[in-house]
C-alpha cells in the first residue's frame, strides 16, 4: 500500500471513529431500544460508505415503528379562543311567592273603635231565646268579648263584613283564640261559608283536645257549613299536635277561586279541596263565644290561580 493510500485509510479511520462514538453516545443516552437499532443501523451505514462498503440487507428490528412527533400546543390566552364553558344544569322553579301586590279588596287594623260599625254579628245555629254574643273593637283589636252566659260552649259566632260579590280572593287575618277555637270564613252568603277553624294544640301532658272546646282530639277543620239545612260537611282536618300555640298570634288564611278551597295556618298550607258550592261571598271572624283576639285582616284578589304550594 503506497503511503497516500495509507493516509487516506487513517483519515477514514478516524473519522469513522468519531461518527462510531457520537452516534453511539446519543442512541445509549436518548434512545428505546428501538431507536439504539435505528442509530445502530445509522453508524453502520455512514462507515460503509467511508470505507466504500455495500449497505447491508437489514439489521433494524423490523417491528420498530417511528411515530411522528406530537404537536405542541402553547396555551396563549390572548391569541386563542374562549373555551365554551358547558352550562350546569337548570334548576327547577322556585315555589310562587305570595304577591304582596295583589290588589286589596277589604283591610281592617281596628285601629278605630268605630270600625265595629262595619261588621254583622251572626251567632251560627242558636235558639231565638240566645243572648247575643258582644265584639267590640279596643286596643287596636277586634275582640270577641263572651255573651254573659253561664256556658258559652258551642254557642259559636261570627263577625261578617265585605261583600257578596267578592269572588276569587284570599281573606287572611291574625288570631288569638287563648284556649277556645278561632277561625276566618270566607264566601259567607245566606246560603252557607267556608270555614277554617283551629284548636289549640295540647299541652305538653295532655292527651289530646281541648277541654274547654265544642270538638276534641282535632288540631283544625275546614269545613263547608250550610246555612238552610244547619249541617256541616268535612273537607279536611288535621291532628290535635296541628293546632295553634297558646299564647301566641296566628295567622289563618282560606283562598277561594276556580271550584278551589286552600286553607293555610301560619304561612304553611295545610288542605286543598275542590268544591264550587259557595263561589263568591262575604268574609268573616269565627270564634265561640267566650273570648278570642283578631288582628291585621287582609282580604286581597287572587292575581292568578291558586298557587300550588
Not at 260579590?165 to 284556649?179: F, H, I, K, L, T
Request: aromatic share 8%.
Amino acid at each position: 500500500m503506497s503511503h497516500l493510500h495509507q493516509s487516506k485509510a487513517v483519515k477514514q479511520m478516524l473519522v469513522l471513529a468519531v461518527l462510531v462514538a457520537a452516534l453511539t453516545t446519543y442512541s445509549v443516552v436518548h434512545g428505546t431500544n428501538g431507536e439504539q437499532l435505528q442509530a445502530q443501523a445509522v453508524i453502520v451505514q455512514h462507515a460503509n460508505s467511508v470505507l466504500g462498503e455495500p449497505e447491508p440487507t437489514q439489521l433494524v428490528d423490523p417491528n420498530f415503528v417511528i411515530f411522528p412527533e406530537p404537536e405542541v400546543t402553547v396555551y396563549c390566552p390572548s391569541c386563542q379562543e374562549p373555551k365554551a364553558v358547558t352550562p350546569l344544569p337548570t334548576m327547577p322553579p322556585a315555589p310562587t311567592p305570595v304577591d304582596t301586590h295583589a290588589p286589596i279588596l277589604l283591610q281592617d287594623t281596628f285601629s278605630s273603635e268605630a270600625s265595629i260599625n262595619n261588621y254583622s254579628i251572626m251567632d251560627v245555629a242558636q235558639p231565638s231565646d240566645f243572648q247575643h254574643s258582644t265584639w267590640r273593637t279596643e286596643d287596636g283589636l277586634l275582640k270577641q268579648m263572651g255573651d254573659y252566659s253561664e256556658s258559652a260552649i258551642d254557642k259559636e259566632t261570627i263577625a261578617v263584613t265585605g261583600d257578596e260579590s267578592m269572588s276569587y280572593y284570599e281573606v287572611a287575618v291574625q288570631a288569638d283564640g287563648g284556649r277556645t277555637p278561632v277561625g276566618v270564613v270566607a264566601c259567607y252568603t245566606s246560603q252557607g261559608f267556608y270555614l277554617l277553624r283551629a284548636y289549640p294544640a295540647p299541652d305538653i301532658g295532655e292527651s289530646g283536645g281541648d277541654a274547654m272546646s265544642s270538638v276534641d282530639s282535632r288540631g283544625w277543620i275546614l269545613e263547608r257549613y250550610n246555612l238552610q239545612t244547619n249541617t256541616r260537611t268535612l273537607m279536611a282536618d288535621g291532628l290535635p299536635s296541628a293546632g295553634y300555640i297558646q299564647g301566641q298570634w296566628s295567622s289563618l288564611k282560606i283562598q277561594v277561586g276556580l271550584g278551589t278551597v286552600a286553607a293555610y295556618m301560619n304561612g304553611n298550607r295545610i288542605a286543598v279541596v275542590q268544591d264550587s258550592k259557595y263561589p263568591s261571598g262575604k268574609v268573616g271572624l269565627y270564634s265561640e263565644a267566650r273570648y278570642a283576639r283578631f288582628d291585621n285582616l287582609v282580604v286581597s284578589r287572587l292575581a292568578s290561580s291558586i298557587p300550588d304550594r
